[in-house]
């Protein structure tokens, strides 16, 4: 009972820090109107960048903790001055996040076990960052070129705000979770009830407990289901500046790079999927490939700095072009278990179903065609960048892809939300 208390303070924790954002003004001084669900995720996404920030520059926990709510109080001071309306909070959300990450996090602590990579590769970064030690520190670790963020994260909330068992810093992970899909979901134009089944039937059927056992593919997953939101309220508000856009969205995009070496060529298949959908405007597509570029030189500025190697990647070994037999054969492997995998994804299942729907029903009398082609060259690249990565990941390319393929679709996956943003444009939710 003590311990459910503590889990239930915890969420509620982190509707105190993301409510409170400092972020919420810089949104309103653009006079951008977002609903009271995505303000709690950009909120969220603003204290990942602020927290990724602060551990380059070697600051403690603790003053990091002092600098942030300084900057909440600032804001909600300023909120209470310009007659801060309570109705404008969105209750229902409040309460269907809460009951169900206290479901899931209770589900969660009934079996704390840790996967295999959580166990040898972020556990062990987690525990020296709770520990106190620096980002600069984790060079001497398993897998030293695996970035931090999602290990800084865990860290932060294992400590913040009762420093108890290791598992309340992964409750942030199903908090997360939660709110990306509602704040998704909310696209669909249908009276609230109906909404609200729709978005726990997603919920309930992309919950699996070993998503939270420390890997770190959930957060990727749930930073990419935002982006998707984010795309489509600048698809939808045509008097958005768009290099506003084009800023928010780098900020929004910025911690997948520092997650998993996978979310920069997640962030590369994103931005390269927008220059070719929006190729007309020729400064913009050049904007974005200079941001894309400075992410890079950061990333790699950092591993330089520290004498680090990307060790996850075997290029000497794996792809052997004197060796046209080896190629064709680590293909089928990856070819077979994409297609068995992507089978075992009732996501990819829907999605795919759903797009036949479109293509035979409607006929694709739609009118986004940008989106249309958005989602066609994002699963083209993605794709392409399966069968590299894997051939590129290490020798044994058949062990690796059986292993590693479902995580990487379920990253991935999130780009078939965007059919059911067409599934709400024909009105079948009706």
């Not at 068992?165 to 709110?179: A, L, Q, S, V």
Request: include cysteine; charge should be positive.
């Amino acid at each position: 009972m003590e311990e459910l208390i503590f889990i239930i303070f915890q969420i509620f924790f982190f509707f105190l820090l993301f409510f409170i954002s400092p972020l919420n003004l810089i949104l309103k001084s653009a006079k951008l109107k977002f609903s009271y669900i995505d303000q709690v995720n950009l909120n969220i996404i603003f204290f990942l960048n602020i927290l990724l920030i602060s551990s380059f520059m070697m600051t403690k926990n603790s003053h990091f903790v002092i600098f942030y709510f300084i900057l909440c109080l600032i804001s909600l001071f300023i909120k209470i001055y310009r007659k801060f309306e309570i109705k404008k909070i969105d209750f229902n959300f409040i309460f269907i996040t809460l009951i169900l990450s206290t479901i899931f996090s209770i589900d969660l602590a009934t079996s704390i076990e840790l996967s295999w990579d959580a166990k040898w590769f972020w556990f062990l970064k987690a525990s020296a960052l709770h520990a106190g030690n620096n980002i600069y520190l984790l060079r001497d670790f398993t897998a030293p070129d695996y970035p931090h963020l999602g290990s800084l994260v865990w860290s932060f909330f294992w400590k913040y705000p009762f420093n108890l068992n290791e598992y309340f810093g992964r409750i942030f992970y199903i908090f997360f979770f939660i709110t990306s899909i509602l704040s998704f979901m909310d696209i669909i134009k249908v009276e609230y009830l109906k909404k609200i089944f729709i978005s726990l039937l997603f919920i309930f059927l992309i919950y699996e407990k070993s998503i939270f056992s420390g890997n770190q593919e959930i957060l990727i997953f749930s930073l990419f289901v935002i982006n998707l939101k984010m795309f489509l309220i600048f698809l939808e508000k045509k008097k958005i500046n768009t290099y506003f856009f084009a800023n928010l969205f780098i900020f929004s995009i910025f911690p997948l790079t520092w997650i998993k070496n996978e979310g920069f060529f997640l962030t590369v298949t994103i931005i390269f999927s927008l220059i070719l959908i929006f190729y007309r405007f020729s400064n913009f597509s050049a904007y974005l490939i200079l941001i894309l570029i400075l992410i890079f030189f950061l990333r790699q500025i950092f591993l330089f700095t520290q004498n680090i190697a990307l060790e996850s990647f075997e290029f000497d070994k794996t792809l052997k072009f004197s060796n046209f037999e080896n190629i064709l054969g680590n293909s089928f492997f990856i070819l077979k278990d994409l297609i068995i995998y992507s089978l075992l994804q009732p996501l990819i299942i829907l999605g795919i179903i759903s797009i036949l729907y479109i293509i035979f029903s409607h006929k694709f009398i739609l009118k986004n065609k940008k989106l249309i082609n958005f989602i066609f060259i994002f699963l083209l690249l993605k794709i392409i960048f399966i069968f590299f990565a894997f051939h590129f990941s290490m020798e044994n390319v058949e062990w690796q892809s059986q292993v590693g393929m479902k995580r990487v679709l379920f990253q991935f996956s999130p780009i078939y939300l965007l059919v059911f943003y067409f599934l709400n444009k024909i009105k079948i939710f009706k």
